[in-house]
């Protein structure tokens, strides 16, 4: 069964430094979203792209996050620099198109010293 | 901004208990409603969902859920849970043209055997 990719797995990272998260959607999922999940709260979606276009970024912190999917496959998260409040579960998704099934991968557990 | 709310942030139940899980949304407009399960150490997964038509759905592993429009409630139910139940569970809103899914913070499921 095909399933999203997401690494690393867990990351540890200290203040100020950069970090950068890799997600691998299903095959021929034209759009993914990259949610990012506090302790003891629900997933908040950051970004959405619908093949290699940005389609909402209006929850991204823009001073310091920054997502790409330049080739409208895989795609990454970066934040810098990394703050103690970053410190979540990061996760992607992705779906056939909007308003689908979304499907989510693993995460990447983010803990900032 | 449409929000979510889990009332139950945690339940504890015996085997062959029933179950119901509050999830009350704010938005006026038409909605999709989801509910995803994390099981232990597993991704986030659909557990059912409604677009439209009858407001009962039924999803996997004898869920289903009720959709009643007029109290703007999309409770999850169970007539008799089972040990291998215990998980969490999101309840998520898509009311946009974007597929942009509002999750609640969750409930977190223990099943006692």
């Known amino acids: 069964e095909a399933e999203v990719a997401q690494s690393p797995r867990y990351k540890i990272t200290e203040k100020s430094q950069a970090v950068a998260f890799w997600c691998d959607p299903i095959s021929g999922h034209a759009t993914l979203y990259w949610y990012r999940q506090i302790l003891g709260q629900g997933p908040e979606l950051l970004v959405q792209f619908q093949d290699e276009s940005v389609v909402d970024d209006s929850q991204l912190p823009k001073d310091r996050f920054s997502a790409e999917r330049l080739k409208g496959v895989d795609s990454t998260l970066k934040i810098q620099p990394a703050e103690l409040g970053d410190s979540a579960m990061y996760l992607c998704?992705?779906?056939?198109?909007?308003?689908?099934?979304?499907?989510f991968g693993p995460g990447t557990r983010l803990t900032v010293l | 901004a449409q929000s979510v709310s889990q009332h139950n942030h945690h339940v504890i139940l015996s085997e062959a208990a029933s179950l119901e899980l509050g999830c009350n949304y704010s938005?006026?407009?038409?909605?999709?409603l989801f509910w995803y399960v994390q099981y232990p150490g597993q991704h986030l997964q659909l557990l059912l969902k409604y677009f439209s038509g009858d407001p009962l759905v039924k999803g996997i592993k004898g869920f289903e859920a009720e959709f009643i429009k007029s109290k703007f409630s999309f409770n999850l139910r169970k007539p008799s849970v089972q040990w291998s139940d215990t998980a969490e569970y999101f309840c998520?809103?898509?009311?946009?043209?974007?597929?942009?899914?509002?999750f609640g913070r969750g409930t977190q499921l223990t099943v006692w055997p």
């Open positions: 998704a992705s779906s056939l198109g909007t308003g689908a099934e979304q499907f």
């Open positions: 938005y006026g407009g038409t909605v999709n």
């Open positions: 998520a809103v898509d009311g946009s043209t974007l597929g942009r899914l509002y």
